[in-house]
């Protein structure tokens, strides 16, 4: 079952303009993490934040974590044609194994 | 580039087959999990291995099982396959506790 919502689930932009995607989650994590897919292609990590974190930056890349709220949002500052691909947020509960609960994504499309 | 690769790219096979795929590792990564995505979804976990013994189970039937090997490659096994098993199959390895390094999957397509 998918632990996370990602929102919106597409967004399109036009090159140079900020994204912002959310994520919420029902149970309460260890890691919060971002990950991005081109078109049918595997996933790349983005960055990680732990439960016990607010923010986070990584580059053109700032990810909030409200454990009150069970949300995550990440912003892409300043977005390129290139960003265009799908993003997805993954909870893991820590504990014996390192299992990834993914969203459904946020398909993000920047224009030229 | 991951250092995790898989095999084959696709695969057309027809209900009632069973179909083997698989995936090479970076040295050092301990870990390999297995996800299935299907189309318009997330991944959804399958099953990890951890030094070679199964260590976690998704919601997903004994038909699905897997092999990790010493040399950091692995082996996903799906036995009378179901045309909802066509999807997108991801390996993912990493040390523990670290995120994932995911390969770019093989596309499975059971007609």
């Known amino acids: 079952s998918q632990q996370g919502e990602e929102d919106p689930q597409a967004l399109s932009i036009q090159e140079g303009e900020n994204a912002t995607m959310n994520c919420s989650y029902k149970t309460s994590i260890n890691n919060l993490q971002w990950y991005r897919q081109n078109s049918g292609r595997g996933l790349v990590h983005l960055i990680l934040i732990r439960s016990n974190e607010r923010e986070k930056h990584s580059g053109r890349l700032r990810v909030t974590l409200d454990t009150s709220k069970k949300s995550s949002s990440l912003l892409i500052t300043a977005s390129r044609a290139a960003d265009t691909a799908s993003y997805f947020c993954a909870t893991d509960r820590g504990g014996s194994n390192y299992k990834l609960t993914f969203g459904k994504g946020t398909l993000l499309t920047v224009n030229p | 580039e991951t250092g995790v690769t898989q095999s084959p790219t696709h695969l057309i096979k027809t209900r009632g087959q069973q179909v083997t795929l698989r995936c090479s590792s970076q040295?050092?990564?301990?870990?390999v999990s297995w996800y299935q995505q299907a189309l318009g979804q997330g991944p959804q976990f399958i099953f990890q291995?951890?030094?070679?013994?199964?260590?976690g189970r998704g919601n997903f039937p004994p038909r699905f099982s897997g092999l990790q090997f010493p040399n950091y490659s692995s082996e996903l096994n799906v036995n009378a396959l179901e045309l909802d098993d066509s999807a997108l199959y991801l390996c993912?390895?990493?040390?523990?506790?670290?995120?994932?390094?995911f390969g770019n999957g093989t596309r499975l397509t059971v007609t």
């Open positions: 993912a390895s990493g040390p523990w506790d670290s995120p994932l390094h």
């Open positions: 040295s050092g990564h301990n870990t």
């Open positions: 291995y951890y030094r070679e013994e199964e260590n």
